[in-house]
């Protein structure tokens, strides 16, 4: 994800709990711990737009996303606060007022989705593609070594 994100032009910024990915640290601009923390995803949006007024967001188990649709997302004109291809990430947030939807008890993305305007552009289902499990790696990846 983090060569993905260099490709499409973005400054790659790793949220959340680190120590599981703790060789991809060096390899980011930034590392950021969610913000509340215990909410989930929307934590590290959270903590996304309170240092930026806009960003792509891009969860972790996502590999099969390109390059070109993370340039899509980022480069679209839609003033629309938050744009997808359908689904709560990849997104464009901007100036979607995450702040003040946590503070007032949001703690889901389609509770979020629902009071903010959202546009979707169109994408191939297979980049959405996520991992959950070793089973949903292609065959010809190799194993993951696990962090020493």
Avoid at 25 to 44: F, M, Q, W
Avoid at 50 to 77: G, N, Q, W
Avoid at 104 to 111: A, E, Q
Wanted: proline letters at 11%; hydrophobic letters at 40%.
């Amino acid at each position: 994800m983090i060569r993905v994100g260099r490709e499409a032009g973005l400054w790659p910024v790793l949220v959340g709990d680190h120590k599981e990915y703790a060789r991809a640290v060096e390899l980011v601009s930034l590392t950021l711990p969610d913000d509340p923390t215990n909410i989930g995803p929307l934590g590290a949006i959270s903590a996304l737009a309170k240092r930026f007024s806009a960003f792509v967001a891009v969860a972790c188990d996502m590999p099969y996303i390109s390059a070109a649709s993370l340039r899509r997302l980022s480069e679209h004109t839609s003033p629309a606060p938050i744009l997808t291809f359908g689904e709560p990430f990849p997104a464009r947030y901007r100036d979607a007022q995450i702040d003040r939807a946590i503070e007032s008890g949001t703690r889901s993305f389609r509770r979020l989705f629902a009071d903010r305007e959202v546009a979707a552009l169109p994408i191939e289902a297979a980049e959405l593609r996520d991992w959950d499990s070793p089973s949903d790696l292609p065959g010809d990846c190799p194993p993951i070594p696990p962090n020493e």
